[in-house]
């Protein structure tokens, strides 16, 4: 146990910084097994904040080794100064000074690749949050932006590549080999936004002409056998840069724009100024060992990062608990992108799938928090599904209050307004606000308020006035902090439906005029009434389409009214919505079934909603594969309020499994038409092709008919793309087929030995396959040689999605599910906290499920409790989830 606990912080306690850095001068000098850092500072003091006297100067330092310290070109003797673990103090004699302090660290040893790291043979950075105060003394908060200027000092031969933010503006040779290049960022920014790269890189170039006429060099660095496959991410940029000019009026700033690809990184990739880093998973993309999923995922994180150039870092977050000032907005910006690339049904359901099965989850667990949380004891564990995902939602209603061009309006105003500042979400509602008219007061409950609002809704047909009311009640439960909630602003989207399925003209009691087809009803209330009149038959209603706000939609529908919704409701999204809800409620009504005892009776409705849109010609591919999908288990986890695992995997595969015998014939004459032979090509009508394709072989496989084995075997060997080939290779794995599934798999692992993210793919492949002896086999993969705990993509792909995504295994009744993640833990606590913390996730959820585990997972939390030293990362998450 450790003995000093953790601090928190609290957004209560911000206050302006004491002095500000106007200028940053950074000299790297790197070595095999160790880094110089020297870094020289225009540091002033802050009027606002100074008070009477001037304050310590008082600067983050983290692992550094302290080598000098000069205030005014004057070395500092040990004693003009105070230094701890954590900080250095002096007390500066004028108000505006120059500081120049040099550093030693070891990039080498640092395995929790935050700061200044060695990934393979280059050197790279991550700074956000607090990793540049792993590279030097600084005010390392995001409220302190400087000009920065950095010159990188390496061995050529091993290093010819020496990049940093903004523009080079020179470059030399040392003697002994070793070269230097000097990089000039015009751009005032926070430290978090720094970012340095070294290594022998290869480099794919392009440019982009904005829409003032300026040519912009973009530059893709990887290391040279990925050269291939960088095509896709250019021209994800591209289309993005272009996007961000037409919906947006934003133009890119710098001269340059560079991605650089490394393979280990904590997440998926990294803003910093002009020089974005990215894991090597969200740049690399070639059909023969890419998936569509991976294509699309490529296009939304090189889109994610290049948007924040503006949301981000031309107006940047005054302090860390406004970051859903840049993630949530960005994460809205990169969702309207990808739907304007693709099927923007598809990726609204994608997305509402995934908030759902898990942001909901968090919001109802021991780590639930605001948008903008109130406190936190490590800020690494709040890069979170509520702060991105949800955040992106509260950005998405207000697009939605607002409308397209009134947002527009609003972000305008935030980007000219606050250009060059780092501010609160206060301040962009604010600007939303004056450039609209528009009063958000109580609609910023949604950054204040943690969990998840439930809607009740309830319809009253009067056939006597032709009127239908309906009543919303809104609650939200509790929350670690916040017992009691004050009603939200809810926006839903709505129409009433006649028996044919049309949208019917809606006219409110009380209002002049009407409001077309569909509307956007605000509810602002605890419980609100809505009358529509002049209606000439009893409807049915639409609600919440597009899913236009984060809550539960409780409406008391007959299961022939979702059916009903599935095969006719004119909006996508809500077909999909009905089907989904229909197979939720076959399901839990299922579960109950089997825990009572009884046997399982199939409700024809779901099949026949099946039957229906699987023969629907007028239906995108890719959105018949979202209507068949059933809700996942993850998802029906969640929805419960105790989940019985078991029963939830028994009845889902029964279910499924019946699906596919029942439909067989109609499932193998869509595959036969799909399954054709072209050219591959990332594009929205290939990826809805082979999306249902797909969906329907895992159907098919489920049949157990040799000839689904047979074309299941025949698609793994002779697909022309991974997407293809891998969806064959999870249906193997996921059928009894021993012998085919084990020459599948050795046959891929052999072919693609020398990719490491096409063995994450087959690593995550076994790890997730709900076959009895999961962990044993997780255990195995552990010892397999293209296996390593210190590559963060590998620990995602089998231990993360074990502990995630194989639940049935993972929460075998023995406990060793939990024993074998909290040991993984419990070691890389010691390497990489950040990951240790996020694996974390399944165990803080214990109180989802029986007794027995949740005894068998709060012994392994208190484990990990009595660990000594224990990272504040994880202590925070284990802390919160004990409590
Ligand atoms: N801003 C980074 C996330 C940094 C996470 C630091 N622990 C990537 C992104 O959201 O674009
Ligand atoms: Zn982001």
């Not at 000019?245 to 560079?258: K, N, S, T």
């Amino acid at each position: 146990m450790r003995t000093e606990q953790p601090k928190t912080i609290h957004l209560k306690d911000y206050r302006e910084p004491d002095y500000w850095i106007d200028e940053t001068h950074l000299t790297f000098e790197l070595f095999d097994d160790h880094a110089l850092v020297h870094s020289r500072m225009s540091i002033r003091v802050n009027p606002g904040e100074a008070g009477d006297g001037r304050p310590d100067l008082v600067l983050d330092g983290q692992n550094l080794e302290l080598m000098s310290v000069e205030l005014d070109d004057k070395r500092l003797a040990s004693g003009d100064f105070q230094f701890d673990e954590n900080t250095l103090s002096l007390k500066p004699e004028r108000d505006t000074f120059e500081l120049a302090i040099t550093t030693r660290i070891k990039p080498r040893e640092n395995t929790a690749l935050e700061g200044l790291y060695q990934s393979g043979s280059m050197f790279c950075t991550q700074c956000e949050a607090e990793g540049f105060r792993k590279i030097t003394y600084y005010l390392d908060r995001p409220d302190v932006m400087s000009r920065f200027t950095t010159t990188v000092i390496a061995d050529k031969g091993d290093y010819p590549v020496l990049l940093s933010n903004g523009n080079p503006i020179a470059r030399g040779d040392h003697d002994g080999g070793r070269h230097w290049v000097t990089w000039e960022d015009p751009f005032p920014k926070p430290a978090y936004l720094f970012a340095l790269v070294a290594g022998d890189l290869c480099l794919i170039q392009d440019s982009f002409t904005t829409m003032s006429g300026r040519t912009i060099d973009l530059r893709i660095y990887v290391e040279p056998d990925n050269r291939e496959q960088c095509g896709h991410a250019m021209d994800s940029l591209k289309r993005s840069m272009r996007w961000d000019e037409e919906v947006y009026g934003r133009e890119y700033d710098l001269d340059i724009f560079m991605i650089v690809a490394v393979n280990d990184f904590n997440m998926g990739a990294m803003e910093n100024k002009g020089l974005n880093v990215f894991n090597s998973s969200c740049v690399l993309a070639h059909p023969e060992t890419a998936t569509d999923a991976a294509f699309q995922r490529v296009e939304a994180v090189v889109a994610h990062e290049y948007f924040h150039n503006w949301s981000g870092n031309r107006v940047t977050c005054r302090d860390w608990f406004q970051l859903s000032l840049k993630e949530g907005f960005t994460v809205f910006r990169d969702a309207e992108f990808s739907a304007d690339m693709n099927s923007a049904t598809v990726k609204r359901i994608e997305d509402v799938s995934f908030l759902r099965a898990n942001q909901f989850a968090e919001d109802a667990g021991p780590m639930a928090h605001p948008v903008r949380p109130d406190s936190f004891i490590e800020i690494s564990n709040f890069y979170t599904l509520t702060v991105y995902e949800k955040g992106a939602e509260v950005v998405r209603m207000l697009h939605t209050l607002l409308g397209p061009e009134g947002f527009r309006k609003g972000t305008d105003l935030y980007f000219d307004r606050h250009d060059g500042q780092a501010v609160t979400c206060d301040d962009f509602i604010k600007a939303l606000e004056d450039a609209n008219g528009a009063d958000f007061t109580q609609f910023k409950r949604w950054y204040s308020q943690a969990g998840t609002p439930r809607l009740n809704a309830e319809g009253r047909w009067d056939a006597a006035t032709g009127t239908f009311s309906l009543l919303f009640r809104q609650s939200c439960p509790p929350t670690p902090g916040q017992s009691e909630k004050l009603p939200f602003v809810i926006p839903v989207r709505m129409a009433l439906l006649d028996g044919e399925g049309n949208e019917m003209p809606l006219r409110l009691a009380g209002e002049d005029g009407e409001r077309g087809s569909e509307t956007v009803l605000s509810i602002t209330e605890a419980e609100q009434l809505f009358t529509f009149t002049d209606l000439s038959e009893e409807p049915l209603p639409s609600l919440l389409r597009g899913f236009s706000a984060p809550v539960k939609l409780i409406y008391p529908y007959h299961r022939d009214d979702r059916v009903f919704l599935a095969k006719n409701d004119p909006d996508g999204f809500n077909r999909w919505e009905a089907a989904q809800s229909l197979a939720v409620d076959v399901l839990q009504g299922l579960v109950e079934i089997h825990v009572a005892g009884r046997p399982l009776m199939m409700d024809q409705r779901l099949i026949d909603v099946y039957r229906t849109v699987l023969g629907d010609d007028s239906l995108d591919p890719a959105m018949v594969a979202e209507i068949i999908r059933l809700p996942s288990e993850a998802y029906l986890v969640e929805l419960a309020e105790q989940a019985d695992i078991d029963a939830i995997h028994i009845v889902r595969d029964w279910v499924r499994h019946t699906l596919a015998v029942t439909l067989e014939e109609q499932l193998w004459s869509i595959y036969r038409r799909l399954d054709e032979r072209i050219p591959y090509s990332a594009e929205a009508v290939q990826f809805a092709r082979r999306s249902l394709k797909n969906t329907v072989l895992g159907y098919l496989m489920l049949t157990e008919s040799q000839d689904a084995l047979s074309a299941c075997v025949r698609q793994f060997v002779e697909a022309n793309n991974m997407t293809d080939r891998q969806a064959a290779l999870v249906a193997l794995v996921n059928s009894p087929f021993d012998d085919q599934k084990r020459a599948a798999l050795t046959e891929f692992a052999e072919r693609w030995k020398d990719y490491p993210l096409v063995m994450d793919q087959w690593f995550s492949i076994q790890a997730s396959a709900a076959q009895p002896g999961g962990l044993e086999r997780v255990q195995e993969l552990m010892e397999h040689p293209a296996f390593t705990l210190r590559n963060p993509n590998k620990v995602r792909s089998l231990i993360g999605a074990f502990a995630s995504q194989n639940l049935i295994n993972f929460h075998r009744s023995d406990g060793e599910g939990y024993r074998f993640l909290a040991d993984q833990i419990l070691l890389l606590d010691g390497t990489n906290p950040q990951i240790a913390s996020r694996l974390m996730t399944p165990l803080s959820r214990w109180r989802k499920y029986d007794p027995a585990r949740q005894n068998l997972m709060k012994r392994e939390l208190s484990r990990i409790m009595g660990k000594p030293e224990l990272s504040p990362d994880v202590f925070e998450v284990v802390s919160k989830s004990l409590a």
